[in-house]
């Protein structure tokens, strides 16, 4: 049974950081793409966002604009698992972050109907 599971959420204040976590089980994502998607407060599933994403065949990274400078996303292919490095943390960051994964990948498109497999989330609250 597949399964991505997030960790590493909490309420942190604005300016600072939060490391996610996501450990993928059930199959190996080494050749899939990951990614990172957050839903706000009231939002409903449709609107969920990008946030970052990596393709194991070219190594390259995308970001939202709105996060770039601030968010990286990297992976441990050996242990199965996905990060997302989140700096400068700013009350509009409020949201559930969810991971994600294209196991066909790669992927530049990045819409989240196209990904194979979530997690539940982990929600990320940022205080002003």
């Known amino acids: 049974q597949v399964q991505l599971v997030e960790s590493g959420g909490g309420l942190v204040q604005a300016g600072g950081s939060l490391r996610l976590s996501c450990a993928a089980s059930?199959?190996?994502?080494?050749?899939?793409?990951m990614a990172w998607y957050r839903q706000a407060p009231g939002q409903e599933r449709e609107e969920r966002e990008f946030v970052a994403g990596s393709n194991w065949s070219d190594n390259n990274t995308y970001y939202a604009d709105s996060v770039k400078g601030r968010f990286a996303i990297s992976r441990d292919n050996a242990k199965n698992r996905v990060y997302l490095q989140m700096n400068s943390l700013k009350p509009e960051d409020t949201a559930v972050y969810y991971c994600?994964?294209?196991?066909?990948?790669?992927?530049?498109?990045?819409?989240?109907?196209?990904?194979?497999?979530w997690g539940k989330g982990t929600l990320v609250t940022v205080s002003s």
């Open positions: 994600a994964a294209d196991v066909e990948g790669p992927n530049t498109g990045w819409e989240a109907w196209g990904m194979d497999y």
């Open positions: 059930g199959r190996t994502f080494s050749r899939s793409a």
